[in-house]
């Protein structure tokens, strides 16, 4: 799914003509892009990567090939430094849902427009039935009180079991996805797409153009 993902990237790079285009990954890491960028086909259409993180350090740079990716450790629903339409794509891949509240949500949705002149987005499906990091079924539908109960106790996906109360209960809720009507309110410029397994919606990418 991902190389699918990396499609539109592509797609949205090949539309572009001009002087290399620079990227804004918000939320990504240096890894991300060690692993995928093969899966571009970007010949030389790419100047620079940009990487926006709190878990990142500034100051890390990665170069493959022609093309340079830094680190830049910073709040991705809080990138006042970063200028109206800087970058020409704004990428960003399953972080939406972990930004916290869907007020915060709101507050990363504006700054990922905001940055550039154009977006993608990818974003688990609340809806779908098996939940993607603790891979429980219909998960976010479940009282905070027994997710976190359950995360004490047992292994669920990819998250170790979490013996302290606090922590768990942190866990559960620190993770919030979106169904497609919220997207859609957070998102009005963009075009969603669907990722489909066994006829559900598993996830969901948007596409979205700033500027005229």
């Given at each position: 799914m991902r190389k699918r993902r990396m499609r539109f990237l592509d797609d949205v790079i090949s539309a572009s003509n001009g002087k290399p285009l620079s990227i804004a990954d918000l939320g990504g890491t240096l890894s991300f892009w060690e692993m995928n960028l093969e899966h571009l086909a970007?010949?030389?259409?790419?100047?620079?990567?940009?990487?926006?993180?709190?878990?990142?350090?500034?100051?890390?740079?990665?170069?493959?090939?022609?093309?340079?990716?830094?680190?830049?450790n910073a709040d991705v629903t809080d990138l006042l430094e970063i200028g109206k339409t800087e970058y020409d794509i704004a990428f960003s891949n399953s972080v939406i849902e972990h930004v916290g509240n869907l007020h915060s949500q709101s507050l990363f949705a504006k700054e990922i427009r905001r940055i550039s002149r154009r977006y993608i987005m990818q974003t688990p499906n609340r809806r779908f039935p098996i939940e993607p990091h603790f891979y429980v079924p219909f998960f976010p539908y479940i009282p905070l009180g027994i997710r976190s109960w359950l995360h004490q106790r047992f292994k669920l996906g990819w998250l170790m079991a979490e013996s302290d109360p606090l922590q768990a209960r942190i866990d559960c809720d620190q993770i919030r996805l979106l169904t497609r009507r919220e997207l859609e309110l957070l998102?009005?410029?963009?075009?969603?797409?669907?990722?489909?397994?066994?006829?559900?919606?598993?996830?969901?990418?948007?596409?979205g153009e700033t500027t005229a």
């Open positions: 970007e010949e030389g259409r790419i100047g620079k990567i940009d990487v926006f993180n709190l878990e990142s350090s500034s100051g890390r740079v990665l170069r493959i090939g022609d093309v340079e990716i830094r680190e830049f998102f009005d410029d963009a075009q969603i797409h669907v990722e489909w397994i066994c006829g559900f919606a598993k996830s969901y990418i948007l596409v």
